[in-house]
């Protein structure tokens, strides 16, 4: 071993790594990206598993036991933070940043270098195709995509996983779709709206959960607009008007775009942080 580790974060192998190395002596430095966990309510592994206090111990044991815990988003260590750590709210920015100047938590886009390259070939000529990119659960609120898809029959509505797409047609509708679609109330990066925005599809998000620090104000809408289904039905009218704004000049916000994409890719979808604190 040449005395690094990268490890996912919920793999039991970490806590034996590190037991092993304060027996034998041997100094082991622990790498691991974390994505999410049973800390964020939102996240199924919230919803399913929630506070039980042997994920809560494990998860913790978890931290404390790798060296450089890496998170794609600020948003994301300030709920970890809160949630698991247990640091109330007024004491968050501050504690998060004491972790950060030692190095225990850093923020590090993910390692996703190669995506630009993997989806130039699938831009195409766009039609008025709108997609949903996520997966069907409740956080992601699929039931407001299809309620607007009812509303403006005039565009053609896609939810991605309902169809059976291979990853070459997943990709080549993004290719051709001019916008893609959030509703999400959980999110700790947005890999798919990543991908919509590498192929001049225009993402559509609300102004909340990671995607605040992502995203230009041009693509986010008012978090209160799909903060739950009784809000999205009071505020339907306006995400309409905004969505036929997005389509019918789609050529004026499409310019700007590859703007956005390469904003995500140098500060979010980048390893450079996590390998530069690799030594």
Known sequence: MSGKSVADAWHPG????????ELLG???VIHALWHAGSYDPQDF???LIGDAPWVRYSEKAFFSAIDHNYFATQFHIDMFVENLLGVPQGKITNVAGSLMREGKIVRSGWPMEYMPSMLMPFKKTKRDLILFPHRIAPEKQVEIFKDLAHALPQYEWIVCQE???SKEAYHTLLGEA???FSANLQETLGISMYEGALTNAIPMVP???????MFADVWKYPSAWTSSYSNFLHHKQELCDKIIDYIDNYDDYAAYVP?????????FFSATALLSNIK
Request: a positive charge; glycine letters at 2%.
């Open 14 to 21: 970490i806590i034996n790594l590190k037991y092993m190395s």
């Open 26 to 28: 041997i100094p082991v």
């Open 45 to 47: 592994l919230g919803r």
């Open 163 to 165: 169809q059976d797409l």
């Open 178 to 180: 001019k916008l893609i």
């Open 207 to 213: 102004d909340r959960l990671s995607y605040s620090e």
């Open 259 to 267: 703007q956005q994409a390469m904003s995500l890719h140098m500060n």
